[in-house]
């Protein structure tokens, strides 16, 4: 079965940057479109970034993060991360990765993460 294992969170200062990843194992990772998700305490979870599986990779990303967060894959490595730039203390939340194994990822994501905390102190 597939797994998801975050990991790179932590305690940055407003401004900061930080650069989460998320390793697969369990299935061929170039397979997966993958994904990052996050939410904040008594907020809906909410999309953040998603990668295509496709060798000329299609990159989304919310409205909130365009400019300042950059999704990207290592199929070598089995690893997505999600490098973070420009935090503000709204970024703090729990980021989660997911997947599908589909070409692109869906609404609703088959697997998913355990979570890493990220906060945004300023």
């Known amino acids: 079965q597939v797994q998801l294992v975050e990991s790179g969170g932590g305690l940055v200062q407003a401004g900061g940057s930080l650069r989460l990843s998320c390793a697969v194992s369990?299935?061929?990772?170039?397979?997966?479109?993958m994904g990052w998700f996050r939410q904040a305490p008594g907020k809906e979870r909410e999309f953040v970034a998603s990668?295509?599986?496709?060798?000329?990779?299609?990159?989304g990303y919310a409205n909130s993060v365009k400019g300042r967060f950059t999704t990207s894959r290592d199929n070598a490595k089995n690893t997505v991360y999600l490098q973070m730039n420009s935090l503000k203390p709204e970024d703090t939340a729990v980021y989660s990765c997911?997947?599908?194994?589909?070409?692109?990822?869906?609404?609703?994501?088959?697997?998913w993460g355990q979570g890493t905390q990220v906060t945004v102190s300023s």
């Open positions: 990668i295509t599986r496709s060798i000329g990779t299609t990159r």
């Open positions: 369990g299935d061929t990772f170039s397979m997966y479109a």
């Open positions: 997911a997947g599908d194994r589909r070409v692109a990822l869906t609404t609703t994501p088959s697997y």
